[in-house]
């Protein structure tokens, strides 16, 4: 078993680690880096992993730092079920439609691209499974 961290390592933002065992790997969170622009900066980066390869995704809460690239997840090909409780599937809807509404602000303001749209949003929605509180689940093939 390997555990890569790719965000909220030597800083407190953009959690993203991707849990690796024989059979699967499992991203837990996928979160926008935050803090001014040169933390922000790294929200358009490209992955350092092949998001096509990812074939679950765990939520552990709905803020920004923790859920904020999920969409650019899909748009890099994630396909696969995004794990995550009831309320923290119900706010993903709200804190991502609220970022993709700053995005294209921004886009108008400074010429940036936004990282994900609506399409995104609506297709992580339809990949979410919801798990109550203490269910025990099976995420991936042996995790």
């Known amino acids: 078993m390997k555990l890569s961290f790719y965000g909220a390592a030597y800083e407190v933002t953009g959690s993203n680690y991707i849990l690796e065992t024989e059979q699967s790997r499992v991203a837990i969170d996928c979160g926008a880096f935050q803090g001014g622009k040169e933390q922000e900066l790294k929200n358009s980066a490209p992955f350092l992993y092949d998001a096509t390869r990812v074939d679950a995704l765990l939520l552990t809460h ?42 294209s602000h921004d886009e108008l303001k400074f010429g940036t691209e936004p990282l994900y749209g609506q399409e995104e949003l609506e297709r992580a929605v339809s990949l979410t499974k919801p798990v109550e509180y203490g269910q025990k689940i099976q995420v991936a093939a042996g995790v």
Request: aromatic share 4%; no cysteine.
């Open 62 to 103: 709905a803020h920004l730092d923790h859920i904020g690239r999920v969409g650019k997840l899909v748009k890099a090909g994630f396909s696969g079920p995004i794990w995550a409780t009831p309320p923290t599937i119900d706010l993903l809807k709200v804190v991502l439609d609220d970022a993709i509404g700053i995005m």
